[in-house]
């Protein structure tokens, strides 16, 4: 089933956003959870990642930055991103997968949410 991400929207330089990633049943389920973004002309990218053992990784461009968390009696995880960036600019997407597996593992991939960041 898919994963509904939802909190994005036009925040300016130096702004706070989070993001939500709603699961239909328990997210302990899934081996994991990760955040992905695409920017307007770029590759999709992984940005971070938290495992069902409350591992959690992080892209470089994002650490200090960006905290993944889990709320089990919600059935979401969160990208609570601060300090945000012009270069943050993206459609964020999460889907369900190893960690430390490649992208194209990943499934139930939600639709995205606009994240626009811009004075």
């Known amino acids: 089933a898919q994963l509904v991400e939802s909190g994005g929207g036009l925040v300016q330089p130096g702004a706070s956003l989070r993001l939500s990633c709603a699961a239909p049943?328990?997210?302990?389920?899934?081996?994991?959870i990760g955040w992905f973004r695409q920017a307007p002309g770029r590759e999709r990218e992984g940005v971070s990642c938290?495992?069902?053992?409350?591992?959690?990784y992080y892209t470089d461009s994002v650490k200090g930055r960006f905290t993944i968390s889990r709320d089990n009696a919600k059935n979401t995880v969160y990208l609570q991103m601060n300090s945000l960036k012009s270069e943050d600019t993206a459609v964020y997407y999460c889907?369900?997968?190893?960690?430390?597996?490649?992208?194209?593992?990943?499934?139930?991939w939600g639709q995205g949410t606009q994240v626009t960041v811009s004075s």
């Open positions: 889907a369900a997968g190893m960690c430390h597996g490649p992208e194209a593992d990943f499934g139930s």
């Open positions: 049943g328990s997210i302990l389920a899934y081996r994991g």
């Open positions: 938290l495992s069902s053992d409350d591992q959690t």
